[in-house]
T-cell receptor, first 111, second 113 residues
Framework: GQNIDQPTEMTATEGAIVQINCTYQ??????LFWYQQHAGEAPTFLSY????GLEEKGRFSSFLSRSKGYSYLLLKELQMKDSASYLC????????????FGRGTQLTVWP | IAGITQAPTSQILAAGRRMTLRCTQD?????MYWYRQDLGLGLRLIHY???????GKGEVPDGYSVSRANTDDFPLTLASAVPSQTSVYFC????????????FGPGTRLTVL
């Protein structure tokens, strides 16, 4: 089975850095995804990790440790528009394209 | 414009009625998925299809059925709606390549009374 855990809520101020953690337990692992979802909208793809290490893309970075079943999403220079839900999702090795999602972390950025 | 469309945007339905949610993609993706999203529960997979002509059950398939007659369309049918099926429904697709990111449609907000 799949078990994905992330904090329910986080808050931060504009210009700050925030780290959203995700831990997972899976029967097989074939990639970890982070999605961003603004209220009332569809999820949109942010990042993908399949090997250990850090992937950087502009203000957003994502880290993976497969041995620890752990990932984080790092958001730098926070802006008000970064207020959204951030979803961690894992792809199992034997489940082809299927993703298993965590419950999401609601990030609120204050001015 | 390439992407995924869903219809209707929202619907209020009486319990016991039949309802089909439509999903169409024009990216020629092999795989398509239906999720429901409920407050506090996140996205849960209902049904999926890895290629035209094949479908499979996800985490919460009961009360739902799907078909995949061609690459582009993946309708989701509620044969006899119940109030617990009140949710936001998202359709997604992916090309099942190495990264295989899923692209999501705008969603359908369904209320069953």
């Amino acid at each position: 089975g799949q078990n994905i855990d992330q904090p329910t809520e986080m808050t931060a101020t504009e210009g700050a850095i925030v780290q959203i953690n995700c831990t997972y337990q899976t029967s097989g692992f074939n990639g970890l995804f982070w999605y961003q979802q603004h209220a009332g909208e569809a999820p949109t793809f942010l990042s993908y990790n399949v090997l250990d290490g850090l992937e950087e893309k502009g203000r957003f970075s994502s880290f993976l440790s497969r041995s620890k079943g752990y990932s984080y999403l790092l958001l730098k220079e926070l802006q008000m528009k970064d207020s959204a839900s951030y979803l961690c999702a894992v792809r199992g090795r034997s489940t082809l394209g299927r993703l298993y999602f965590g419950r999401g972390t609601q990030l609120t950025v204050w001015p | 414009i390439a992407g995924i469309t869903q219809a209707p945007t929202s619907q209020i339905l009486a319990a016991g009625r039949r309802m089909t949610l439509r999903c169409t993609q024009d990216m020629r993706h092999n795989a398509m998925y239906w999720y429901r999203q409920d407050l506090g529960l996140g996205l849960r997979l209902i049904h999926y299809s890895n290629t035209a002509g094949t479908t499979g059950k996800g985490e919460v398939p009961d009360g739902y059925s799907v078909s995949r007659a061609n690459t582009d369309d993946f309708p989701l049918t509620l044969a006899s709606a119940v109030p617990s099926q009140t949710s936001v429904y998202f359709c997604a697709s992916s090309d099942m390549g190495r990264r295989d990111e899923q692209f999501f449609g705008p969603g359908t907000r369904l209320t069953v009374l």
